[in-house]
């Protein structure tokens, strides 16, 4: 995973399962996630597909400078 700290590119290495996926629905007001990249979703408010994962545990390192 990489991030920026105090003006520094840092990287936190992970680890954890693999993901299980289920399909799902939503119903979005607002979708702000997407604006500043051009993923070609036509209505960000009604995607085509909708995945939803109750999660896993993440081992993470401290972070270091890259």
Known sequence: MY????????IAY???EPWKFGTGEVK????TLTDEFDLGISNV???DL???SEGV???TWS???V
């Open 45 to 47: 408010l009604m995607p």
């Open 63 to 65: 972070t270091e400078v």
């Open 28 to 31: 979005l007001e607002s979708n």
């Open 14 to 16: 992970t680890h954890h």
């Open 3 to 10: 991030t920026t700290h105090r003006g520094n590119l840092c």
């Open 57 to 59: 545990y993440v081992k």
């Open 50 to 52: 909708v995945h939803v």
